[in-house]
């Protein structure tokens, strides 16, 4: 198990150094009018932080009503390190 984590790992790296893995989570019920501020914000952070981290953006969405999965679903068709999960 420790050889192949390690060996992907490097396979993602620079120079040999281990590029970091980010999950970020972020739980979601009806916020349509600011979910795509949230992952714009988000996205801005990690691209100036390229270099040192790989990441996904995961929504998990608690049964919004008001538009958030089709706006998350949106999002996730552009963009593929945004997933989103329906609670």
């Known amino acids: 198990w420790r050889e192949r984590t390690r060996a992907r790992a490097l396979a993602g790296s620079r120079h040999g150094a281990a590029v970091r893995t980010l999950s ?37 969405d608690n049964d919004s009503q008001d538009g ?10 552009q963009a593929g390190r945004v997933k989103v999960i329906l609670n």
């Open 68 to 77: 958030t999965v089709a706006i998350l679903r949106g999002i996730a068709a």
């Open 24 to 60: 970020i989570v972020t739980p979601c019920f009806n916020e349509a009018g600011g979910i795509a501020e949230c992952y714009e914000a988000v996205r801005r952070v990690m691209e100036a932080e390229q270099g040192a981290y790989a990441y996904e953006h995961v929504f998990i």
